[in-house]
C-alpha cells in the first residue's frame, strides 16, 4: 500500500539478522530527528507520534516510551493478566522511575529516540558483549541503558498508547520471560555503575526488583522445608503473602478504576510456582543467547 509513497523508504535484507542489526541498518538510512521504534505486531492511537515528539522537544531528552496494552487482550485468562501487567509495569514501574527522569527500559513496541544521540552509540550498542559472547537479545533495556550512561533523560509518556499482541499461552509466554529475565540481569549488571550518578531512588528501585524475586523465593523456600520437615502449614507465610497481593491488587483497581485488577492476584501463583523458578534459571543461563 506504501510501495510508491515518496515519504516512505523500505529497506529489504538479504536476510533475517535479527532485531538490533536490522534497527541499526534503518537508522544510518534515516535522517530526521527523531526515530521511533515500533514492533511489527504494534498498533499505534493515532497521536502517538504527536505526543512522544512532544516530550523529545526538550533536547536533555534521549528517549521516551509510551504506554503498553495488550491487543488481544480478551482472548484467553492469560492475556488478560498480561494486559494488566503491562499497565502496572508502565503506570507503576515506569511513571515512578520518569518521576527521576530515568526510565530503566523504554520497551520495544513503541519507543522514540534522539537520531543524534543514536549515532553517536550505535557502535556500542551493535558491539554489546556479555562474557565476550555477542548479546543480540534485550536490545531496548540496553539502548535505554545506553542514553543514561551518555548523561540524557529517558522518559515515559502514559497518553500515548500502543497496543501489541501478547502471547496467549504459557509456553510462549514462560519464553519470553525467560529471554526477559536474562536481559534484566546482563543489563543490571552493567547499569551498576551509572546508579552513583541517578537519583537514590533509582537505586532503591534496582535494589528492589532483583532482591525482591530473591526473598519471595527465600520465603516459598522455607515454607516448603517447614511443610516437609514438619508436616505444618506456613501460615504465617501464606497469610502475609496473600495480603500484600490483596492489598496492591485493590490499590491498582481503585488508581485505575477498574475492578478487574482485583483478578490479577492470580498472577501470584503464576509469579511464584513458574516466574521465580525461571528467573533462577535465567540467573543461571545468562551466558545462553
Known amino acids: 500500500a506504501f510501495a510508491g509513497d515518496p515519504r516512505f523508504n523500505f529497506i529489504l535484507l538479504d536476510k533475517n539478522v535479527g532485531k538490533r542489526k536490522a534497527q541499526i541498518v534503518a537508522i544510518r538510512r534515516s535522517s530526521g530527528d527523531l526515530v521511533l521504534n515500533v514492533d511489527s505486531d504494534t498498533t499505534l492511537a493515532s497521536d502517538v507520534v504527536a505526543r512522544l515528539a512532544l516530550k523529545m522537544q526538550d533536547p536533555g531528552v534521549g528517549a521516551a516510551m509510551g504506554q503498553l496494552a495488550a491487543s488481544n487482550r480478551s482472548d484467553t485468562w492469560l492475556t488478560r493478566l498480561i494486559d494488566m501487567e503491562y499497565w502496572l509495569a508502565c503506570n507503576e514501574e515506569r511513571a515512578a522511575q520518569a518521576r527521576f527522569g530515568a526510565v530503566m527500559c523504554c520497551c520495544g513496541p513503541c519507543a522514540m529516540y534522539r537520531r543524534s544521540a543514536l549515532l553517536l552509540l550505535l557502535d ?12 543480540d537479545f534485550g536490545e531496548d533495556r540496553h539502548l535505554t541503558i545506553l542514553m543514561l550512561k551518555a548523561g540524557l533523560r529517558t522518559e515515559y509518556v502514559p497518553e500515548a498508547i500502543a497496543a501489541t499482541i501478547v502471547p496467549d ?6 519464553r519470553q520471560q525467560l529471554r526477559w529475565a536474562r536481559s534484566t540481569f546482563r543489563d543490571t549488571l552493567l547499569a551498576l555503575h551509572l546508579l552513583p550518578s541517578l537519583d537514590r531512588y533509582l537505586t532503591l528501585d534496582v535494589v528492589g526488583q532483583n532482591l525482591g524475586p530473591l526473598l519471595l523465593a527465600l520465603s516459598v523456600l522455607a515454607g516448603l522445608a517447614q511443610l516437609a520437615l514438619t508436616a505444618t502449614v506456613p501460615w504465617s507465610a501464606v497469610l502475609m503473602i496473600a ?47
Do not use: D, W
Request: charged share 15%; net charge positive.
Open 124 to 135: 556500542q550498542y551493535e558491539t554489546q558483549l556479555f562474557r565476550g559472547k555477542p548479546s
Open 169 to 174: 499461552r504459557l509456553g510462549p509466554y514462560l
Open 243 to 289: 495480603s500484600m497481593t490483596i492489598i496492591r491488587c485493590s490499590v491498582v483497581a481503585f488508581r485505575a478504576r477498574q475492578l478487574r485488577f482485583l483478578g490479577f492476584s492470580l498472577h501470584t501463583f503464576i509469579n511464584i510456582f513458574l516466574l521465580l523458578p525461571l528467573k533462577a534459571y535465567a540467573l543461571c543461563t545468562l551466558s545462553i543467547a
